[in-house]
């Protein structure tokens, strides 16, 4: 089944230290997005990428770094500039943002929590 | 820049009651979708409105892109427990920056 795949699904970050979220997809999706979720509250976008090797900053980016270096892979570091890392990370793709019609596909998301 | 509000926040109701919430944008929008997020789970997409005007229906839930495509809504008839869950509007960016513009959401609860 095609989808979108976050690991882990949970994590625990020291501090000082810098921890990577997986996030592959098997839909052949253009474009790519990460977003942050606090507890009651909505989704803030962190990075997007629109095709490889292309990524934007969203409204949240300081503290996290991204790559795209394969289409089906995007990345997500949580930097230890990152001082409130704590919060649900959720992944997702759509196929061609330039069309602006299409819905985006979530993974299943991943909790970083700090030790 | 470009936003979503969404209203209310939070709703509780009775099952059996119904629920609306509300989605307004500061600029015009091409197109607009409404995903809903379970406890726990990750938005899912429920439905897109695209025509000025336009009203779709899913079984219970009834969705509705105003006249100046700015503003939406979504109406539950006769909410169930299985309606639990955060709603969110979106819309793209008008910038054309490929970004999906979401609502705060609307956290419905429902007391069986």
């Known amino acids: 089944d095609g989808g979108i795949t976050q690991s882990p699904k949970y994590l625990f970050r020291k501090e000082g230290q810098n921890v990577t979220l997986s996030c592959e997809q098997n839909?052949?999706?253009?474009?790519m997005y990460w977003y942050r979720q606090d507890p009651g509250q909505g989704l803030r976008l962190i990075y997007y990428?629109?095709?490889?090797?292309?990524?934007q900053k969203g409204d949240i980016a300081e503290g996290y770094s991204v790559s795209r270096e394969k289409k089906e892979s995007f990345p997500l570091t949580v930097t230890s500039a990152q001082k409130n890392p704590t919060a649900f990370y959720l992944c997702a793709s759509t196929s061609d943002p330039r069309a602006r019609d299409q819905p985006q596909h979530f993974g299943d998301g991943t909790r970083l929590s700090i030790l | 820049g470009q936003q979503v509000m969404q209203i209310p926040q939070y709703q509780h109701v009775q099952e059996g009651e119904d629920f609306t919430t509300y989605c307004n944008s500061s600029?015009?929008?091409?197109?607009i979708q409404w995903y809903k997020q379970r406890p726990g789970g990750h938005p899912v997409f429920l439905i897109q409105l695209v025509k000025s005007g336009e009203v779709k229906k899913q079984k219970r839930l009834t969705f509705q892109f105003g006249e100046a495509k700015k503003n939406s809504s979504l109406h539950i008839t006769a909410t169930q427990t299985t309606d639990v869950g955060t709603y969110f509007c979106a819309g793209w960016s008008s910038s054309n920056t490929g970004k999906l513009i979401f609502g705060q959401g609307t956290t419905l609860q429902v007391k069986p």
């Open positions: 600029t015009t929008l091409s197109n």
């Open positions: 839909l052949n999706h253009d474009a």
């Open positions: 990428s629109q095709i490889v090797n292309d990524f």
